[in-house]
């Protein structure tokens, strides 16, 4: 374990609620502790076990903060790896900051944005991997990418990643010792079995790699523009899925003029909804610049839900609609199937990936409506517990490590040297164990913890 000094934060968001927590890790957590607590039984904090929590009462030179619950994790078995003490108290913002200035007084510094889980990466309690996976999984605003950062901190990635690593160990020794050391008879490589090993980390690292996109998604959302023509019912649609009344909705055409925006939950992914303006060719200079902002919004969009009145024949508006559409990553949604239909899906199969039927009456997103969603952004099959490159600076690596694999593979196949063969491997082995922190600069290790909240 790594030897470090004494540190404090408040562990939970700041502002006022039920309960509050004060988090110290380090050598002088115990005695920190013993300092500002009077326990109820008479024992000391320091001689509490690990896992186990004591009542008692805080204080600071001015006399009693609160009651507190303190719990006690005992190095290694705690999350940083230390002697780690959780002090709960009543959640006020006076009170929380009170107990950190009492800690601070008392043997402890006030801890760095993300310095827990920086010790716990130290520590060797988890890999970089793991650690950039605890932020993921503070932020995660759905449920599948929260699914997917619990699967990262348990170690889906790593473990992936530290197969291949064995693998290029294994043979990037063999082959050094065989190059080194001729004179020891050392048995050759066979190259059939290195070129078919090299062949499936390289696969595995080309497919982690491709991970990133659907990751991404997963992570941040899916940028998705809803457009029609005016009274085709968008803003219907737009209240459906976001549950609330958000846009307005009438007959007169060109009510929508600027930009309606929410974020909402469907299929257990998160998207981000933007209403727009009807697309007609009006005579309102405001309302024609709505219209401009809705096609540009069309362009750049993750996903467009392209709405169509069933009830109507197609209008001039609609085919402008379709031709914006035609190219992109668009779902034409043929509304008010409630009504009697005189629209055909075959219209509109040249130009959109996939139509569907629906009716925005209604109080819940209709489950096609949530399946087409999904698949429509390549999410249908999305296994949450798989390996998954989640950043830029782990696809950075696992592109790096895919290179020089495909390097090593091309030198093998044209008969080059085992030599050539052998730089490439071991240049693969580095950026891998960049990946995982086991050889990342101290610059790497600082950006990745910055993103962190204090306290954590």
């Not at 904090?45 to 006690?72: F, H, K, M, Q, W």
């Not at 694999?405 to 950026?431: K, N, P």
Request: with cysteine; proline share 3%.
């Amino acid at each position: 374990m790594v030897e470090m000094d004494t540190i404090a934060a408040i562990a939970t968001p700041l502002g006022t609620g039920g309960i509050g927590v004060v988090r110290i890790s380090g050598p002088k957590a115990l005695t920190t502790a013993d300092r500002i607590v009077r326990l109820a039984n008479g024992k000391r904090v320091s001689s509490l076990e690990g896992y186990t929590c004591a009542y008692g009462i805080a204080a600071d030179r001015e006399g009693p903060i609160d009651e507190v619950i303190v719990t006690v994790f005992r190095a290694p078995r705690s999350y940083t790896g230390e002697d780690v003490v959780e002090l709960s108290a009543h959640g006020g913002v006076y009170l929380m900051d009170r107990l950190l200035n009492a800690c601070c007084e008392n043997g402890a510094r006030p801890a760095l944005a993300g310095e827990f889980t920086k010790r716990a990466f130290l520590n060797g309690k988890l890999d970089l991997t793991q650690a950039e996976a605890v932020i993921d999984l503070i932020s995660a605003r759905g449920g599948q990418a929260a699914r997917a950062a619990l699967s990262a901190r348990g170690g889906a990635l790593y473990r992936c990643v530290e197969k291949i690593v064995d693998r290029l160990t294994h043979f990037a020794a063999h082959l050094s010792a065989w190059i080194d050391y001729p004179e020891e008879e050392i048995e050759a490589v066979d190259s059939r079995t290195l070129h078919d090993a090299l062949l499936e980390s390289l696969r595995t690292l080309d497919s982690l790699a491709g991970s990133y996109e659907t990751g991404r998604l997963v992570r941040d959302g899916i940028e998705t523009v809803i457009v029609g023509r005016p009274n085709v019912g968008k803003s219907s649609l737009m209240n459906l899925m976001t549950g609330m009344k958000r846009s307005i909705v009438s007959d007169i055409p060109g009510t929508t003029r600027d930009l309606v925006s929410d974020t909402v939950l469907c299929g257990g992914f998160v998207f981000h909804l933007t209403d727009t303006a009807g697309i007609r060719r009006p005579d309102d200079p405001i309302e024609r610049e709505g219209v401009a902002l809705a096609l540009e919004q069309v362009e750049r969009a993750q996903l467009v839900l392209a709405v169509f009145d069933g009830s109507e024949p197609l209008t001039e508006d609609d085919r402008r609609v379709m031709k914006a559409c035609r190219g992109l990553n668009a779902l034409a949604l043929i509304n008010k199937a409630d009504l009697a239909q005189v629209l055909n899906a075959e219209a509109f199969t040249s130009d959109f990936k996939r139509v569907l039927c629906i009716s925005a009456r209604g109080e819940d997103i209709p489950k096609p409506l949530t399946k087409a969603l999904t698949e429509m952004v390549g999410l249908g099959a999305f296994d949450s517990s798989a390996a998954i490159v989640a950043n830029t600076r782990q696809r950075a690596a696992v592109t790096e490590a895919a290179g020089e694999l495909r390097e090593a593979v091309e030198a093998l196949e044209s008969g080059v040297s085992y030599d050539a063969v052998a730089v490439c491997i071991e240049r693969a082995l580095d950026a891998l164990l960049k990946l995982t922190g086991k050889r990342a600069s101290q610059a790497v290790v600082d950006s990745v913890f910055s993103r962190f909240c204090v306290g954590k």
